[in-house]
């Protein structure tokens, strides 16, 4: 975190950050459809799999996070410090998937991984697209599967400290996509654009290069994070076209 903690501080204060076209990683990078089959979270194995998985994940939030600070620094400095707690709260996330995976007996590097979030972005991305990209559709999907998660768990007999970890990043990762939802729409004001029109607009022209979602939209959840009626529809039709 410490590493982290530095390098969040130098993009606050403006400093030039090299962002690299895809990030070192020291494990394998394998395409997403092409990883090993997982085992039933009913196995520690299975259980450890999901772990892995997430960090991957939250690793990737968080470079993105740290990404968008370095890459727009000229933008509302309050947003610039709500983004940096953001992205410690990523680096967090981080940590607590890689710590629960370590007591199940598990390491880091066990398995592939894939880079599909770090993919869907681009360096000419708007902060718009950005805001939209990362918060409102990966992790605005990262709702609705946490809470599909959450529920498959119930039936499931899984470690106490494991579903502590993952109830607590699905609970903390709606204040993410909150604030992914505020300032789409404040910027949207700014640039006097029609939020709700650019949203289906994103959609269609940003659908190529984003991850397929396929979890049923969870309406209680995107109404809490800010998601209008007109835009949960939007995903709603979205999924039933990619089905």
């Not at 360096?123 to 959450?150: C, K, P, Q």
Request: hydrophobic fraction near 40%; glycine fraction near 6%; aromatic fraction near 6%.
């Amino acid at each position: 975190m410490k590493i982290l903690e530095t390098h969040v501080h130098l993009a606050l204060s403006g400093q030039e950050m090299v962002i690299p076209d895809r990030p070192q990683r020291d494990i394998e990078i394998w395409e997403r459809g092409r990883h090993p089959a997982k085992k039933g979270l009913s196995y520690a194995e299975g259980q450890a799999r999901l772990l892995h998985d997430m960090a991957n994940i939250e690793l990737q939030a968080m470079e993105l996070a740290l990404r968008t600070l370095c890459e727009f620094p000229d933008v509302d400095p309050i947003f610039r410090q709500q983004l940096a707690e953001l992205t410690l709260s990523e680096g967090r996330h981080l940590n607590l998937c890689l710590r629960g995976l370590r007591e199940l007996g598990y390491e880091w590097g066990q398995w592939p991984i894939h880079m599909v979030l770090w993919n869907a972005v681009e360096r000419n991305d708007s902060l718009i697209e950005r805001l939209f990209i990362v918060h409102r559709y990966l992790e605005g999907s990262g709702l609705d599967a946490g809470a599909s998660l959450l529920e498959r768990l119930k039936g499931v007999n899984v470690r106490q400290q494991t579903s502590d970890i993952i109830g607590l990043i699905a609970r903390e990762e709606l204040g993410h996509v909150q604030f992914g939802s505020l300032w789409y729409r404040h910027f949207c004001q700014l640039e006097r654009l029609d939020a709700d029109h650019t949203f289906k607009g994103l959609i269609q022209n940003l659908l190529p290069r984003l991850p397929r979602r396929m979890e049923p939209v969870n309406k209680d959840l995107r109404r809490s994070a800010h998601f209008n009626e007109s835009e949960i529809q939007t995903l709603i039709d979205l999924r039933q076209s990619l089905l």
